[in-house]
């Protein structure tokens, strides 16, 4: 039965949706309250199409030890980890553009039976949705997980633009959504078919 005729699959769909969109905007709504030593207020017509917009100067905040991990505050104006500044209404078109496709996939290119292809999808839509609010209210996205942020590369090596940070970029949930939900999907999409091992039984029952 496909996805789209399915209560349980639509079920899964909206929750983990829901869940992941909630995890994200609640994230980044205490980052901005409590990393920087008082509250950042963001205001959508200041940021759009500002690229001179600069967050207030904060430390950040050390979380896991040997620098694994800090919270540090950024507004990224461009996709995953800084790809394509300052292009929102690309971006915006391409979320919203993604987002339909992600559910035509999930109601016809998807069995009510594959339900880890539905977390995939929800996760995906997850994280796009988090970031696509972000875009719109404040005209970028909110980013404050920072990786290794005192861990250089070796030998001298440095990214194209000169950064020799080991991991340079700041990301978000939504980020980590997306590329959890995008792994799921590749996963599953090279698994055989649930419904395939599920329907020998009853056929060899049949032919009894």
């Given at each position: 039965?496909?996805?789209?005729?399915?209560?349980?699959?639509?079920?899964?769909?909206?929750?983990?949706?829901?869940?992941?969109?909630?995890?994200?905007?609640?994230?980044?709504?205490?980052?901005?309250?409590r990393?920087?030593?008082?509250?950042?207020?963001?205001?959508?017509?200041?940021?759009?199409g500002?690229?001179?917009?600069?967050?207030?100067?904060?430390?950040?905040?050390?979380?896991?030890?040997?620098?694994?991990?800090?919270?540090?505050?950024?507004?990224?104006?461009?996709?995953?980890?800084?790809?394509?500044?300052?292009?929102?209404?690309?971006?915006?078109?391409?979320?919203?553009?993604?987002?339909?496709?992600?559910?035509?996939?999930?109601?016809?290119?998807?069995?009510?039976?594959?339900?880890?292809?539905?977390?995939?999808?929800?996760?995906?839509?997850?994280?796009?949705?988090?970031n696509?609010?972000?875009?719109?209210?404040?005209?970028?996205?909110?980013?404050?997980?920072?990786?290794?942020?005192?861990?250089?590369?070796?030998?001298?090596?440095?990214?194209?633009?000169?950064?020799?940070e080991?991991?340079?970029?700041?990301?978000?949930?939504?980020?980590?959504?997306?590329?959890?939900?995008?792994?799921?999907?590749?996963?599953?999409?090279?698994?055989?078919?649930?419904?395939?091992?599920?329907?020998q039984?009853?056929?060899?029952?049949?032919?009894?």
């Amino acid at each position: 039965m496909p996805a789209w005729r399915s209560p349980r699959a639509w079920a899964t769909l909206l929750l983990v949706t829901i869940v992941g969109v909630g995890c994200d905007l609640l994230t980044k709504s205490w980052a901005f309250e409590r990393v920087a030593s008082e509250p950042v207020e963001l205001h959508h017509e200041e940021i759009a199409g500002n690229p001179g917009y600069r967050l207030p100067w904060h430390e950040g905040i050390r979380v896991l030890p040997a620098d694994l991990l800090d919270f540090r505050l950024v507004l990224n104006h461009g996709a995953v980890f800084g790809i394509g500044q300052h292009r929102r209404a690309v971006f915006v078109v391409f979320t919203v553009i993604a987002i339909v496709v992600a559910v035509s996939v999930f109601g016809w290119w998807t069995t009510d039976r594959a339900r880890w292809a539905h977390i995939g999808i929800g996760l995906v839509l997850a994280g796009g949705l988090g970031n696509l609010y972000d875009r719109l209210a404040f005209g970028a996205v909110r980013d404050f997980l920072h990786m290794t942020p005192r861990c250089h590369l070796p030998w001298g090596l440095h990214w194209p633009g000169g950064n020799a940070e080991l991991f340079p970029w700041v990301f978000n949930v939504a980020d980590v959504l997306l590329l959890a939900g995008m792994a799921t999907l590749l996963f599953t999409a090279n698994r055989p078919e649930a419904s395939c091992s599920e329907s020998q039984p009853s056929a060899a029952a049949e032919n009894r």
